[in-house]
């Protein structure tokens, strides 16, 4: 009896790390997002914070709902709007909606990514790795990993404009 209790023992531990690691899996799937245009404003020395920016297109409905990257201590997704006459930018708490098959543009003055309390200065000409965090209709998470051009300008060469 004593070694059943033991082979029992050892299967549902063997069970409980089979689920923690089913779990874990479930939100490492690749997001199918298409990313195009991706890039990072550069920050100089001394500067907290920057953007970055890029085009976005799911074939099914999903959700932006966060991002991450080494180079920053907090990575938020972030919107820039006029209230009356001022441009605010905040934090979307429920995230971006990403409608299917619709490109949607992260881009300054306008949605964005925010990296702040930057490790260290983002130089052009550098890669920032960056996980964008997402969530489907049926609330399956999944990321996508991106190594995103540092630039000064978008692609192409067009004025950064203000803000993120």
């Known amino acids: 009896m004593r070694l059943s209790r033991s082979i029992l023992r050892t299967a549902v531990r063997s069970l409980a790390i089979a689920g923690l690691l089913a779990g874990a899996a479930a939100f ?93 200065p983002v130089n052009v000409g550098a890669t920032v790795p960056v996980t964008l965090q997402f969530v489907d209709a049926k609330g399956v998470a999944s990321e996508l990993k991106l190594q995103v051009p540092v630039a000064g300008a978008p692609p192409g060469g067009a004025a950064a404009g203000a803000g993120g």
């Open 28 to 120: 490492a799937q690749v997001a199918p997002v298409e990313v195009s245009d991706a890039w990072v404003r550069r920050a100089v020395p001394g500067q907290s914070g920057t953007g970055a920016f890029m085009k976005l297109k799911a074939p099914a409905a999903m959700r932006l709902v966060g991002a991450s990257t080494p180079a920053a201590g907090v990575a938020e997704v972030h919107e820039m709007k006029m209230e009356g006459d001022t441009m605010k930018m905040r934090a979307l708490a429920q995230g971006l909606e990403l409608p299917a098959g619709q490109t949607v543009e992260l881009k300054p003055g306008g949605n964005h990514l925010m990296l702040m309390d930057l490790k260290q």
